[in-house]
Each structure stands twice: as C-alpha cells, then as structure tokens.
C-alpha cells in the first residue's frame, strides 16, 4: 500500500501560479504511475494530468495542457503539478492518486490509492 498526502493549495488570483506537492509513503513510490485529478460540487472527479513510474510519458487534460506541468522525484517520493496561468475554472479539491497497472490513465477507476485532497481557488 502508498499513503498520499497532498499540499501546496491556496487561493490565488487569476494569472498566478501556484505548486501542489504530493508525498508518498509505505511501497515503493517507483512502482507506481501518479496520476492529478480535480473534483467541484458539480462536476464529477475530472483528470488533470499523469506522469509514468520513471517520469519519461505524461498526460495532460486538453483545458490544462501548455498551462500545468506534472513531474516527479522518486528519491523524494513526490509528485508536483506546477500551475501557471491559472484561471477561476481551474478552481476544485484536487487530488493525487497512485496506478501500479502497466500504463498511464486518465480513469479514476484505474488508480488504487488516493490522498485527501488540496483546495485550490482562483478568483478572478
């Protein structure tokens, strides 16, 4: 089992930036795809971007792509989204979440192990 605890939220205006970091511990944090998901009273739990166990292929949500940037460090067991350009839409809980199945997904459902969530609010 991975424990996932997610930081690094805050209010920010429109245009900012800002880093959400996600520690791991317990298992191996190398043995997994890391995946950022992002979740509004209205919508649904959404993908946000993914990154595979050496970092080498990532994924990104159309809305973010070119904007956010997912990385990690397995020597720390963390995983960041680096926000920029941040918009009053990319306002939501957003949540790490680990995959040890063969390749990186955008479906909730294919994640194991999730953290309890970061707010993030952008006003305009």
């Known amino acids: 089992q991975v424990q996932l605890v997610e930081s690094g939220g805050g209010l920010v205006q429109a245009g900012g930036s800002l880093r959400l970091s996600c520690a791991a511990s317990g298992r191996t944090f190398g043995a997994y795809n890391m995946g950022w998901f992002r979740q509004t009273p209205e919508k649904e739990r959404e993908f946000v971007a993914a990154?595979?166990?050496?970092?080498?292929?990532?994924l990104y949500t159309d809305s973010v792509s070119g904007r956010f940037t997912i990385s990690r460090d397995n020597a720390a067991s963390t995983v960041y989204l680096q926000m920029n350009s941040l918009e009053p839409e990319d306002t939501a809980v957003y949540y790490c979440a680990a995959d040890d199945s063969l390749g990186i997904s955008r479906s909730p459902g294919a994640y194991d192990y999730w953290g309890q969530g970061t707010q993030v609010t952008v006003s305009s």
């Open positions: 990154i595979s166990r050496a970092g080498r292929n990532t």
